[in-house]
Every structure is written in C-alpha cells, then in structure tokens.
C-alpha cells in the first residue's frame, strides 16, 4: 500500500515559468513533510519541509502547500531554471513515531531553455 | 557542513556473494536509514536504526540486514546477493532532538550495486 503518492512520472515546464509538483498521502497521522531534489547517480538533497501546523512554507524560489482535509501537498518552483531539472520526491513522516520518512515514486521535471 | 559518507559508489558482484555497503556519518546523528532507489519505485527502505546496537525492519527488509556497532557508522549487509537486489542504495541520517536541520534527512551520494 502506497502511503505517498506522487501521481505524475513526468513535468515539462519552460523556463521561467512555475512548476508546480503534487504529492497525495493517505496516513493522516503524518505531520511532517519534506522535498527532495535528486540529479542521476547523487544522494537526494533537501530542498524545503513543512509541519503539518502549517499550510505554507516559503525558501527563495520554492514553497510548500499543504491541505490536510485533502491530504496533499505541493511544491512550487517560481521562477523555473534549467538547472532544476532533477527527480522530485516528497516524504512524510511521523515525528513522535520511529523517525522514518516514507517516501513518494518520484516526479521527473525537465525545465526547457 | 553534515556529511553522510557511503563507502563505495560503485560495485560489481556475482550472485551469491557477500557484499558490505558502509555509512558513515560525523554529525552525531541518533538515526540512520539505508534506502534502495529503482526506477518508477521511489525510495524505499529497507533498515534504520534509531541508537546504536538497534535495528528496526522497514517495508522491504528480505535479504539484507545491518549493524550498527558504533553511533557514526551503519552498514548494510547482503548475505548472498541475488540479481533482484540490482539497485542504488542510500544511506541517510536524521536527528530527532530538535534545533536546526532536526527530522530532515542527510543523504550520502549513494552506491550502485550491480549483482551479474
């Protein structure tokens, strides 16, 4: 059973232009939320979190969405640059649990020149 | 600056083999976690480890196990690797005692395990 859900494979943005990746998860006890950014054959790196007693998160070009009552999050690029292109992965985890993150499959966004 | 340091970022294996993946981490983290990441699965995990000498399965566990004798270090074992378990592995560490950078995970660069 996937708990995290990353329904799109595959964005395409020009550049310039915001990228918008969604994430849907089914567990509501998660109440902490992370974005990855991972380029081929590279460890994923942390791009920005969010706590589920919040419903925005802001850092420079990228922000976080959450809505709780539809258990989905989203993460936006404004403005989109070349150098984005890279695999996205959101996770969720519950803090006063076991501290390990489920991870989504996984959004491929290619940012054109 | 935290750094996770993964051994060995590439290998090649028989089947049947023994293989050790290392991780070694220098931020006094509590947690540590070995992912595998295959194309269309996302990350999955197989082991984390919370202290040291502790171990707790993760969603995909047959195959492998770990030990963590020592607070900076987690290490993968594949008693006798099969084809299937042709995969990037990921180590990751997390603190969970709060200030900057808690509950986020630190990433290693990841080895490439192929198993012929």
């Known amino acids: 059973d996937q708990q995290v859900k990353q329904n799109s494979p595959s964005l395409s943005v020009q550049e310039g232009r915001i990228s918008i990746l969604n994430c849907d998860y089914t567990n509501s006890m998660f109440d902490y939320f992370l974005w990855y950014k991972k380029y081929p054959a590279e460890g994923p790196t942390f791009l920005i979190s969010?706590?589920?007693?919040?419903d925005k998160n802001e850092d420079g070009r990228f922000t976080v969405f959450l809505n709780k009552s539809a258990k989905h999050l989203s993460l936006h690029i404004v403005p989109s640059q070349p150098g984005d292109s890279a695999v996205y992965f959101c996770?969720?985890?519950?803090?006063?649990?076991?501290?390990?993150?489920?991870f989504g499959t996984g959004t491929r966004l290619k940012v054109l020149a | 600056d935290v750094k996770v340091t993964q051994s060995s970022r590439y290998l090649v294996k028989r089947t049947g083999e023994k293989v050790f993946l290392e991780c070694v981490q220098d931020m006094d983290h509590e947690n540590m976690f070995w992912y595998r990441q295959d194309p269309g699965l996302g990350l999955r995990l197989i082991y984390f480890?919370?202290?040291?000498?502790?171990?707790e399965k993760g969603d995909i566990p047959e195959g492998y196990s770990v030990s963590r004798e020592k607070k900076e270090r987690f290490s993968l074992i594949l008693e006798s690797a099969s084809t299937n378990q042709t995969s990037m592995y990921l180590c990751?560490?997390?603190?969970?005692?709060?200030?900057?950078?808690?509950?986020?995970?630190?990433f290693g660069a990841g080895s490439r395990l192929t198993v012929l």
């Open positions: 990751a560490s997390s603190s969970h005692l709060g200030g900057a950078g808690a509950n986020v995970l630190t």
């Open positions: 480890s919370y202290d040291v000498k502790m171990k």
């Open positions: 969010i706590s589920s007693i919040k």
């Open positions: 996770a969720a985890s519950v803090t006063s649990g076991t501290y390990k993150y489920i």
